[in-house]
């Protein structure tokens, strides 16, 4: 009996996660870390950061064009993904702490406002 | 050597990202062997996270850039000169891994 399937939101989170884990091994292989920072249930976005040794490794580009592509196509909810290291906003470092078991708090009144279950 | 099929490369990100990230890492560190380190770290992280390979059909690949790359590459001093060359040469460097990791070049 799958209790959980009531629970649109931890759920759709739990899938972009396993997604990540399934398809892209190579990130935590190379001592990289893919965190999920947001997710906007309504407008199907989601937000990505990878980190750890993905910040200018080479190889992050191609690998965050990959999971923009193929997220999308695999998980019919997400509509577009943001992803990138950290490095885009300016200056240096890039390297923010992510933990794999980080969840921002779901803040966001809009979330709770009860997805009508799809019968 | 991976036989290369054009028609599987319409869905590169499955059938070939092994590939794919071989060759941006391989050019990444040539270029960061022989340009400024700062300069080749932007530019991967800043403007080749928005590019995309297509393949061009014998033996040769294109690497489509974003827009006005120039204006995306931020927290570093470099003119806009040498920011284009060396942006040119790196995408040279990506064609030409490209053509090397599919097997079309020794």
Redesign the interface.
Known sequence: MSTDAQNDGDDLEERVSNFLRRNFPQIQMHGGSAAIQNIDRETGEVSIQLGGACSGCGISPMTIQAIKSRMVKEIPEIEKVHADTGMGGGGGGGMEPSFPGETTDDGDDGADEGPQAPF | MAEFDPEKFEDK??NY?TE???A??????RM?ERYDSELI??I???V?????PFYEGDGEFRIDLPENPGD?V??IIVDDEKLDETLDIYVDELEAELRSVFGFEE
């Open positions: 990100y499955a990202f794919l990230q071989r941006y890492k391989n050019a990444f560190e960061n770290h932007a991967d992280q800043q080749l996270n928005e590019s995309e995306r931020t927290g």
